[in-house]
């Protein structure tokens, strides 16, 4: 009786075992397909460890927060009216609110990278000539 709850104990093991191999090997491809999308290379892997850390891609936040391209002026804009007329106060929604925080949190991350991303061509330029 030992001896067929050993085996079984190991057969479930080796089960569990692959289904993790399996499942990390999927998520490793995942993680590398949408670097890939997001340009590739180095910006690719910074665009996507952003998307992880704060849980929302660019897409969403512009849905979000209504708009098309990365406008600083529109992006507040939209944010203050959204935010206001979700204010709980008002009869809106806290998680609303909160969505659109994190819309905004993200789309500013992505300007911070802009910006990081010209100077460093600027800096490259500077040092090239």
């Known amino acids: 009786m030992a001896k067929h709850i050993a085996q079984l104990i190991v057969a479930g093991a080796q089960v569990v075992g692959r289904a993790f191999v399996k499942a990390l090997r999927q998520e ?5 397909a949408a670097a890939q999308r997001a340009g590739g290379g180095a ?16 897409e969403e936040a512009k849905q979000i927060l209504n708009v098309e391209e ?11 009216y959204l935010f206001s007329i979700n204010d709980k106060s008002k009869g809106g929604s806290f998680y609303i609110q909160s969505k659109i925080v994190r819309a905004k949190e993200r789309i ?6 802009i910006q990081e991303s ?5 800096t490259k330029k500077g040092n090239d000539t």
Do not use: C, F, R
């Not at 490793?28 to 590398?32: P, T």
């Open 118 to 122: 010209k100077v460093k061509e600027e």
């Open 28 to 32: 490793i491809a995942a993680s590398q």
């Open 70 to 80: 990365l406008d600083l002026e529109k992006v507040q804009k939209n944010y203050e």
């Open 108 to 113: 500013d991350s992505e300007m911070e990278n």
């Open 43 to 58: 910006a690719g892997a910074k665009h996507s460890a952003t998307n992880q850390k704060l849980g929302m891609s660019l």
